[in-house]
Nanobody
Framework: QVQLVESGGGLVQAGGSLRLSCAAS????????MGWFRQAPGKEREFVAA????????LYVDSVKGRFTISKDSAKNTMYLQMSSLKPEDTAVYYC?????????????????WGQGTQVTVSS
């Protein structure tokens, strides 16, 4: 049984920073790629960032490049999303997910386990 638990969300002013964490059970981090997605009210869930099994390869959606950084600590079975220069349009529920393969990918259907989400609200 794979469990993913996000934390670190909250309310922040525009231009501020937050670091999200995703704690995983089992061998998730050593065997699969991982990703972050977000879903704003009234919108579909969208890809944000992903990291390969080894941690050596990452992908980002264009809107967060240069502002967000995905990383992982396999010893702690934890993945992170460092978010800086936050904008009101970053407001959403952020989800971590485990990929079905070892390389980072962007499609929701390529992920099979999901966390419950953590709310990020950026005020203007």
């Amino acid at each position: 049984q794979v469990q993913l638990v996000e934390s670190g969300g909250g309310l922040v002013q525009a231009g501020g920073s937050l670091r999200l964490s995703c704690a995983a059970s089992g061998r998730t981090f050593s065997s699969y790629a991982m990703g972050w997605f977000r879903q704003a009210p009234g919108k579909e869930r969208e890809f944000v960032a992903a990291i390969s099994r080894s941690g050596g390869s990452t992908l980002y959606v264009d809107s967060v490049k240069g502002r967000f950084t995905i990383s992982k600590d396999s010893a702690k079975n934890t993945m992170y999303l460092q978010m800086s220069s936050l904008k009101p349009e970053d407001t959403a529920v952020y989800y971590c997910a485990r990929g079905k393969a070892t390389i980072p990918v962007t499609r929701l259907s390529d992920y099979d386990y999901w966390g419950q989400g953590t709310q990020v609200t950026v005020s203007s």
